[in-house]
């Protein structure tokens, strides 16, 4: 099963973009990985997934590297509200395996 | 649609007592999970589900029950519940059978705790 390694906390100013990594060496070939992201007590909720292509939404952008070997989720211009643990997750088979993610601040 | 239900909300039991936490949802979605957070850590998978009538293991499924006997409604057992079982639980539906390519939908989570 691929395992990812975040930074445990990261902080960013109102404003500007918010560069979020993941490594996850280990992914196979098949494995998509995906973002959420988690604010305060409550549900996560899903942002964006990709496979092999950069992939861009409403929310962010996701960059994988061509060895798949690591990505970076990048929200372009961080809010307040933005403040929340980011989880990167490989989906292996049918399961999501969820790590500790990345505490970000956003800073006014 | 109301998305991903959960109930209760709170839930206090002592050592030993059984319980059910419900969720259901009304997307017509396939795939539903469950999910524990301990406070600082992650979500871990316990069970979940491709479908009614067919469930599967998570990674901590020790003293957890589910059946899926219908597609809206995933419900998970507490046997006999014990302190190490209090924790957050989430449940999460998607629409897809493996989840590939598939955001998943989360429940605003049940808060257990067992004395």
Redesign the interface.
């Known amino acids: 099963d691929a395992k990812t390694t975040q930074p445990p906390s990261m902080d960013c100013a109102e404003g500007r973009a918010a560069n979020l990594p993941c490594n996850h060496s280990t992914i196979s070939g098949n494995e998509?990985v995906?973002w959420?992201r988690q604010i305060h007590?409550?549900?996560?909720?899903?942002i964006i997934?990709g496979l092999k292509n950069n992939e861009t939404n409403e929310m962010a952008s996701l960059i994988i590297t061509e060895d798949r070997k690591s990505s970076t989720l990048i929200l372009p211009h961080a809010t307040l509200r933005d403040t929340a643990v980011y989880?990167c997750i490989p989906?292996t088979?049918?399961?999501?395996?969820?790590?500790?993610?990345t505490s970000l601040t956003v800073i006014p | 649609n109301a998305g991903?239900t959960q109930t209760p909300k709170f839930q206090v039991l002592k050592t030993g007592q059984s319980m059910t936490l419900q969720c259901a949802q009304d997307m017509n979605h396939e795939?539903m999970?469950w999910?524990r957070q301990d406070p600082?850590?992650?979500?871990?998978?316990i069970h979940?589900s491709?479908g009614a009538g067919i469930t599967?293991q998570?990674?901590v499924p020790n003293g957890y029950n589910v059946s899926r006997s219908t597609t809206e409604d995933f419900p998970l057992r507490l046997l006999s519940a014990a302190p190490s079982q209090t924790s957050?639980y989430?449940c999460?539906s998607s629409p897809g059978?493996?989840?590939?390519?598939d955001?998943?939908?989360?429940?605003?989570?049940t808060r257990l705790t067992v004395t």
């Open positions: 998509y995906y959420y007590s409550q549900g996560p909720q899903y997934h989880y989906l088979g049918n399961q999501f395996y969820f790590g500790t993610g | 991903v795939y999970s999910y600082g850590m992650g979500l871990r998978l979940y491709v599967d998570g990674e957050v989430f999460a059978t493996s989840g590939r390519g955001e998943q939908y989360f429940g605003p989570g």
